[in-house]
């Protein structure tokens, strides 16, 4: 059995796993259908995906046909900021998702002021994530986001049951501030890239660092059932990290320290109008997405970022002294690589 909790004020029992969404797209259909059934199988029960995700929404459709809706809770995303083109995607995601309601779905990557006076306005995405619970198509109302002080400024509002934010032992801010508010306000607290979105490979530190913190549900990505089954094992066994896990989980916080971006988005704004804190986490999109939905989704912020006049103001901000120049000029290398062969090289 996978041991459940309550998801903050949505009231909801989900595993203190949840299953995310987003490698399921590598696979085939027949391939990524069988993989969700396994993994319920497993007694896991919260599925979290989004409507960007390629195929994923489809696969879950098919996983779950013939499984009682009620065994399980089903969250998704929108990045839609708008009322109208909210209601629209909605309804995609239910079709696909073949069921008539989503027990949580969040606005998704709300991550600047910008995006959050969006969402908020009159008209705004809010205001149909309210019409779509008054009508019971949406259960509960949540948000996903990539900077935590927009991500507070949302806690705040009292708009929301759950809360969606990176959470590793490298990207680690939430806990001083997001995680101890989300117990405060009594919202669900989902860890997004509780293995850095693929770039973290010791799944041991990374479950037992996350298992410290009471109550979060992480939701790690997979493309076979024997990684799963592996977290699941970790998470059954909730010790204390041992000194030199601690140690170990130093040294990689230490490595990456020079390259991991945080995205917080204090080098913006770029005079270029490049998506600095997308090109930085390119390897992450690679390593979680299908070729075709990668390159798809990528290129237009490659050719953005291929007009980098390396002005250096964006380093001058970063407050984790990253050589942002340089390293998009590493990721457009990369990058054009694995266009051309499909093989991701660091």
Same mark, same amino acid.
């Given at each position: ?36 059934? %396994?993994?319920?199988?497993?007694g896991i029960n919260f599925i979290d995906t989004a409507f960007m995700y390629g195929d994923s929404e489809e696969k879950i ?51 600047? =002021? ?25 259960? /509960? ?66 479950? @037992? ?13 997979? %493309? ?28 990689? @916080? ?7 971006? /945080? @995205? ?27 070729? =075709? ?32 120049? =340089? ?20």
């Amino acid at each position: 059995m996978v041991e459940k909790y309550i998801l903050g004020k949505t009231g909801l029992k989900v595993t203190r796993i949840a299953f995310g969404g987003i490698p399921v797209m590598r696979l085939s259909r027949e391939e990524g259908a069988g993989l969700i059934r %396994e993994i319920i199988g497993m007694g896991i029960n919260f599925i979290d995906t989004a409507f960007m995700y390629g195929d994923s929404e489809e696969k879950i459709g098919d996983a779950i046909r013939d499984i009682p809706r009620r065994e399980l809770v089903i969250a998704s995303k929108t990045m839609a900021r708008d009322k109208d083109e909210f209601l629209r995607r909605l309804g995609v995601s239910l079709e696909r998702l073949g069921t008539d309601y989503v027990d949580i779905y969040q606005l998704h990557n709300v991550s600047s =002021d910008a995006d959050m006076e969006a969402v908020m306005a009159k008209g705004g995405a809010l205001e149909g994530l309210r019409e779509a619970m008054d009508s019971g198509k949406v259960r /509960h109302p949540g948000f996903s986001s990539h900077n935590l002080k927009t991500a507070e400024k949302m806690m705040l509002t009292g708009a929301f049951s759950t809360v969606q934010v990176p959470f590793n032992f490298v990207d680690s801010d939430a806990a001083d501030r997001i995680v101890p508010l989300a117990r405060e306000l009594n919202m669900g607290f989902i860890a997004m890239k509780p293995l850095g979105g693929g770039l973290l490979d010791d799944a041991g530190l990374c479950f @037992r660092y996350l298992m410290q913190y009471e109550g979060i549900v992480p939701d790690p990505g997979v %493309e076979n059932a024997d990684e799963m089954r592996q977290i699941l094992e970790i998470v059954r066994d909730p010790r204390p990290l041992h000194d030199t896990e601690k140690k170990r989980i130093e040294e990689i @916080r230490e490595k990456m320290g020079s390259s991991w971006c /945080h @995205r917080c988005d204090y080098c913006q704004p770029c005079p270029q109008g490049i998506p600095i804190s997308l090109i930085l986490v390119t390897e992450s999109v690679v390593k979680r997405m299908s070729y =075709d939905t990668t390159v798809a989704f990528m290129t237009p912020p490659m050719e953005k970022a291929a007009t980098c006049t390396e002005c250096g103001q964006c380093a001058e901000r970063c407050p984790y002294d990253l050589k942002i120049p =340089d390293l998009i000029k590493g990721y457009l290398s990369a990058w054009e690589r694995y266009v051309n062969t499909r093989e991701w090289v660091s």
